[in-house]
């Protein structure tokens, strides 16, 4: 079967992984809403991930997109059976998607009760991360949209590859707590550079567990970042 590319077949769908609309509006809506609540309540580790709020496929003007369709179309993932419960349906999707791209793709999906986690491995790892992790964010979005179709309880799909998301959320762990001792030891704000909405939650859950500090993000688009400071 001959490769595709995932990122015109993302675009096919409506969905630009190099624009800056989608990747701080639609793909990160989700986060951006859970960020707000954070500044408001204190952050709640049960919110979503990229594409959450557009689980069920709705589109800017609230019309309901069949997303698996939509894919059928492109001849790419297939129509997923309605009565799949959700682990079943996010790895009949990633296993039809992973083996028209690339048969060397390999994915190991499991059910964790509040997410579904899927490893993907084998292949190239960077044509599924694309620049910046859009691409895999893309990805994240379709996977959320096809095994939250219905009237169930959301449940959240989260997709790492080769375990770059691992690895960028231990770097994001290490430059956050970097800041923290900034701002303990010269006592005035520290300003991150800017961040996507994923990379933002992570920096607010490493200063949620101090309790000496708090952080809040600033900016608009890819200008958006996050601030840390005194609780004082």
Not at 37 to 53: H, L, N, Q, V
């Amino acid at each position: 079967m001959p490769e595709r590319d995932l990122d015109s077949y993302l675009e096919g769908l409506g969905i630009d992984v190099d624009d800056e609309r989608e990747q701080d509006g639609v793909l990160g809506e989700a986060e951006e809403v859970e960020e707000e609540r954070y500044d408001d309540e204190g952050y709640d580790d049960a919110g979503a991930d990229a594409g959450d709020a557009d689980a069920d496929g709705a589109d800017d003007d609230g019309e309901i997109l069949d997303m698996e369709t939509a894919m059928g179309a492109y001849g790419i993932g297939g129509v997923i059976p309605d009565d799949l419960d959700p682990r079943e349906r996010a790895e009949t999707f990633l296993v039809h998607l992973l083996l028209d791209l690339d048969a060397a793709y390999a994915v190991d999906v499991v059910d964790r009760g509040d997410e579904i986690l899927a490893e993907i491995s084998g292949g190239d790892a960077g044509r599924l991360i694309g620049k910046g992790g859009r691409t895999l964010a893309a990805l994240e979005f379709l996977a959320n949209a096809v095994v939250n179709k219905g009237d169930a309880e959301p449940i959240r799909v989260v997709i790492d590859v080769g375990g770059y998301k691992r690895r960028r959320d231990e770097r994001l762990r290490q430059t956050a707590q970097r800041a923290i001792a900034r701002v303990r030891k010269a006592g005035h704000a520290v300003e991150l550079e800017p961040m996507s909405a994923a990379e933002r939650r992570i920096v607010h859950m490493v200063v949620a567990d101090e309790g000496d500090v708090v952080s809040e993000s600033t900016g608009e688009g890819r200008a958006r970042r996050v601030v840390i400071q005194s609780a004082d």
